[in-house]
C-alpha cells in the first residue's frame, strides 16, 4: 500500500511538473515580447509644418523658450531652445551659438536624420546626460 501511494505521487509531481514547463513553453511567442516590452519603432518629425517649436513671429534675435514636439505615435516630447527664427516655408533657423535640445531622455533612439536647407550651413550634434557639452561627445 505504501508503494502504491509513493508512485502515485510521483506520477502526480511528475504531471504537474510537465502542465508548467508545456504551458511555459507555449508562451513563448509574440506575448513573450510584450511583456520584455519591446518598443515600436517611431520617429519625431521637425519640417515647415510638423513640431515647429517657436512662435510664427519675426524675432531678428532669435526666440528662446519650451515646447513639444509630438511623436508620429502621438506622444509628447519636451524641447528647451534658443536663437531659433521662423523663415517662411522650412521649419526654424538656428542662429550661431543657438540650440534646442529634448529635456527628457530620448529612450530606444536608433537613427537621427537631418536634412539641411542650406548646404553651406554648419551643424553639430552633442550628446551629454547631464545637459553639459563638449567636443569629445559630438559629431
Not at 37 to 51: C, E, L, R, W
Not at 59 to 76: K, Q
Not at 115 to 127: G, I, N
Request: hydrophobic residues 40%; aromatic residues 8%; charged residues 15%.
Amino acid at each position: 500500500m505504501r508503494k502504491k501511494k509513493i508512485i502515485n505521487n510521483a506520477i502526480l509531481t511528475i504531471g504537474a511538473f510537465l502542465v508548467v514547463l508545456i504551458a511555459s513553453l507555449h508562451n513563448i511567442g509574440h506575448d513573450s515580447f510584450i511583456t520584455r516590452g519591446q518598443p515600436d519603432s517611431y520617429s519625431i518629425v521637425f519640417n515647415a509644418t510638423k513640431n515647429r517649436l517657436t512662435p510664427n513671429t519675426a524675432n531678428p534675435d532669435g526666440h528662446s523658450g519650451n515646447a513639444n514636439a509630438v511623436t508620429e505615435l502621438g506622444n509628447n516630447v519636451a524641447f528647451d531652445y534658443s536663437g531659433l527664427t521662423s523663415p517662411a516655408g522650412m521649419w526654424q533657423t538656428i542662429k550661431a551659438s543657438g540650440y534646442i535640445t529634448n529635456t527628457a531622455p530620448v529612450s530606444g533612439m536608433m537613427t537621427l536624420n537631418i536634412e539641411k536647407a542650406d548646404a553651406s550651413a554648419h551643424l553639430r550634434v552633442f550628446w551629454s546626460n547631464d545637459q553639459t557639452f563638449d567636443a569629445s561627445r559630438s559629431i
